[in-house]
């Protein structure tokens, strides 16, 4: 297993749309095993392939106390989405350091395969609702901050391409 470099907004490449996995082949199944460790050792309760600049569409999710409890995704969709609506604040390992609110539906049903490449359907309320939605987003290109306003996305792009910059003198 190895530890993936995520890839940081306003990276362009995180606007991909990722493909549909075509097969669950050992590829994948080392795509997922370092996803995972990728995940843990930044902190994060979800990582989509689309941050790892791999652009087929593989999430993996842990959103348990215990941090041991991963869910993988492959080729998930959302089959049914609540009409009740909720705010959360939300957080990207592709955009450090930086947490908003963002309006979500309050429960999705979503349907994808398993790291067996078998199908399975879960029901997600709560937390596992807001890390569903914002980890498919990613495979369709699209960051948390793209739900806020221009103003403050331009702040956020401004303050994490200064801190890159910094990043980059320092090394
Ligand atoms: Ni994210």
């Known amino acids: 297993m190895a530890q993936l470099n995520i890839l940081r907004y306003p990276d362009p490449r995180l606007q991909t749309v990722a493909r549909p996995v075509t097969a669950i082949d050992a590829r994948i199944g080392r795509l997922v095993d370092d996803m995972l460790d990728t995940m843990y ?18 999430i993996v999710i842990d959103v ?3 941090r041991d409890r991963p869910l993988v995704l492959v080729n998930p969709r959302i089959t049914w989405r609540s ?5 959360a604040e939300e957080g990207c390992l592709s955009v450090p350091a930086v947490y908003d609110q963002v309006q979500r539906h309050a429960r999705v049903k979503v349907q994808a395969l398993g790291r067996d490449a ?10 596992l609702a807001v890390c569903v939605q914002h980890e498919i987003d990613h495979l369709l290109g699209k960051v948390f901050v793209d739900y806020l306003s221009q103003l403050k996305r331009s702040r956020i792009r401004t303050k ?8 980059q003198r320092g090394a």
């Open 83 to 87: 009409e009740e609506m909720a705010f």
């Open 64 to 66: 348990s106390e215990s």
């Open 118 to 127: 078998s199908p399975f359907e879960l029901e997600a309320a709560e937390l």
């Open 41 to 58: 050792a930044a902190e994060g309760i979800g990582l989509a392939a689309t941050q790892v600049d791999v652009h087929e569409q593989v």
């Open 160 to 167: 994490l391409l200064k801190r890159e910059r910094e990043a």
